[in-house]
């Protein structure tokens, strides 16, 4: 219950900006020594508050002025600094802290999927949640509802799911584990700053399982890697734990510590994933048995695990979003990240009897995972589809009944596939505008293709270089129909559950990166990478119907060639 009677409750506009900053530059100054009365009472000035604001939306709004000024605050400190320019003592004694910040909703499966299957609560932090988590996860592990020892996390833009891998029924044509949604995490107030408390609860929540021998809570290594960044919020490159969506482990093998550029990928995705293939890359072709394990972490100089005496380097690579390429921000993880990964492993495997008993294909990220609000189209494209059926911009709106707008370069995508559809378009790609050189990321090594990797099913290329001996033309589509025959097989393995004789490791397809880059570079040529839409065709695949969409929607890496030396 509030201390203050909301009778009683102060109002920010009986407190004059001076006793407001004068409130604010005490509270963030502690945190901040060089935020003078001055920078308080610029920062008053900007808020503009009004009467019977709600202090969360001051306080996101001051987050964002702080953040300006390069004063990165957390979610809970800024409510409290908006309480006091409310004139509350904190945010604790503010009227408004009574009301539920997050909401738990929970899918029971203990006796089929009834409309009473689905159970709501709601929270007033992360704090008050951590309670209720765990004692949810007792009931779905007494009820065997954890069935491989394990409780997934996954984060998404303004929600975090929960769910449980289930191994598949002995007849079914696919093999591979299948997800069942648990529960889910969302906010009431807001995304922004929502996970800031997160942290700390599910902290807790994994010690309880994993500690207690019940289950493994995979996943939650990339929101504390995040969180734990000392990053400033704002600044390009910058992660923090919003980026936890777009994040995931990379293990890497580094026969020489002095040369980077020796080592090669290992695995990709979270904890379980990355543990397991570091197994499964160690196995003895031959026997098909791993070896017994030793792994240690060096006390001083970089993070590292060293397995059986060869060297490991964890890798935190987070992937921000971009029009064409994505900008990847990688930190090494130091000694006591490494540490605790460790221990975490040697938890798990207790957990699951000496073995893993469940681990991702892939981990789906938020980049690339959507559907974007706009496409950039080939107006020269669109223009001769509408002329080759006889239309005009406004004879196609007449015709099909859409809604008119300008025939612009970035066009709504709904606008975009139903153009598609209705004009029965049989090359669709064609309609998305190809990125300039410009836009593009040159490839000097193979980060950006190994990232880009699991989220992409094919390639395609621009106009070759004018000139190009047949010899070197033939040896470039070559190149690029083995990577791009490489991806098939990967999307088959991850998507359908198809099993080979057995399990290859990850690493051998990690490798195609470098095989292309290297096989460019041998034929004297540089490499511009970039990602677009990938419409592919359903028919055959899906029964015939007029209704039906035509095509899956998925993402081709797109490439183009200079001569070695060409300046652009």
Same mark, same amino acid.
């Given at each position: ?318 992937? $921000?979003?971009?029009?064409? &390429? ?22 798990? $495997? ?20 959507? &559907?974007? #609000? ?19 911009? #406004? ?7 859409? #809604? ?65 001996? =047949? =010899? ?5 589509? $070559? ?59 359903? $028919? ?29």
């Amino acid at each position: 219950m509030p201390l203050i009677d909301s009778a009683a409750a102060p109002n920010p506009n009986q407190l004059t900006p001076e006793v407001q900053a004068a409130a604010l530059w005490t509270f963030v100054q502690l945190k901040a020594p060089r935020f003078s009365f001055d920078d308080a009472l610029d920062v008053v000035n900007e808020l503009k508050l009004r009467e019977g604001e709600d202090p969360r939306t001051v306080a996101q709004r001051l987050r964002k002025t702080l953040q300006a000024r390069r004063i990165a605050f957390k979610h809970t400190h800024a409510l409290h600094a908006a309480s006091r320019l409310a004139g509350y003592s904190s945010w604790h004694t503010n009227e408004h802290a009574d009301t539920p910040r997050l909401r738990f909703t929970t899918l029971d499966r203990s006796e089929g999927l009834t409309p009473e299957s689905l159970q709501m609560g709601e929270f007033k932090s992360w704090d008050g949640l951590a309670t209720e988590l765990r004692r949810w996860t007792d009931q779905l592990y007494a009820r065997g509802q954890l069935p491989l020892g394990v409780l997934a996390l996954k984060f998404a833009d303004g929600s975090v799911h929960f769910s449980t891998p289930v191994p598949p029924d002995k007849d079914s044509p696919n093999q591979q584990a299948q997800f069942w949604p648990l529960a889910t995490v969302t906010p009431l107030l807001g995304k922004d700053g929502w996970l800031e408390d997160a942290p700390p609860a599910l902290e807790k929540l994994r010690r309880h399982l994993e500690e207690n021998g019940q289950a493994v809570l995979d996943g939650y290594a990339v929101l504390h890697l995040c969180a734990s960044t000392a990053d400033h919020k704002g600044i390009p490159g910058s992660v923090g734990i919003a980026d936890a969506v777009n994040t995931e482990l990379v293990l890497i093998r580094e026969d020489d510590e002095n040369d980077p550029h020796a080592g090669y990928e290992i695995a990709r995705g979270d904890e379980l994933t990355c543990w397991h293939q570091l197994e499964l890359s160690l196995r003895n072709d031959t026997t098909d048995e791993t070896p017994v394990m030793s792994i240690t972490v060096p006390d001083e100089g970089n993070g590292a695990w060293f397995v059986n005496g060869i060297r490991y380097v964890w890798v935190l690579e987070t992937l $921000k979003p971009h029009e064409y &390429v994505p900008g990847r921000v990688h930190r090494f993880l130091g000694i006591l990240d490494c540490v605790r990964l460790l221990r975490r492993y040697r938890l798990t $495997k207790r957990i699951h009897g000496g073995t893993f008993k469940h681990h991702e294909q892939t981990k789906n990220i938020g980049y690339l995972s959507g &559907v974007p #609000e706009t496409y950039r189209v080939d107006l020269h494209f669109l223009l001769h589809l509408l002329k080759a059926a006889n239309l005009t911009a #406004e004879g196609y709106f007449e015709k099909f009944g859409v #809604e008119p707008l300008p025939m612009q370069d970035r066009l709504p995508v709904g606008f975009v596939f139903q153009l598609l559809q209705n004009l029965k378009v049989e090359k669709p790609n064609l309609m998305f505008a190809k990125p300039n050189i410009s836009e593009m990321e040159r490839v000097d090594d193979d980060g950006l293709l190994r990232a880009l990797m699991p989220r992409i099913d094919s390639v395609r290329s621009g106009v070759l270089p004018r000139g190009l001996e =047949e =010899e070197r033309v033939k040896e470039l589509h $070559k190149a690029l129909e083995d990577f791009g025959s490489s991806l098939r097989v990967r999307m088959m393995t991850a998507g359908n559950g198809q099993q080979t004789e057995k399990e290859l490791p990850y690493l051998l397809y990690a490798s195609e990166a470098e095989q292309l880059r290297t096989t460019v570079q041998d034929l004297g040529l540089t490499m511009y990478a970039a990602v677009m839409p990938n419409l592919l065709s359903t $028919k055959g695949l899906v029964p015939d119907s007029p209704d039906a969409w035509p095509w899956a929607l998925g993402h081709a890496l797109f490439v183009r060639f200079e001569r070695q030396g060409d300046v652009q």
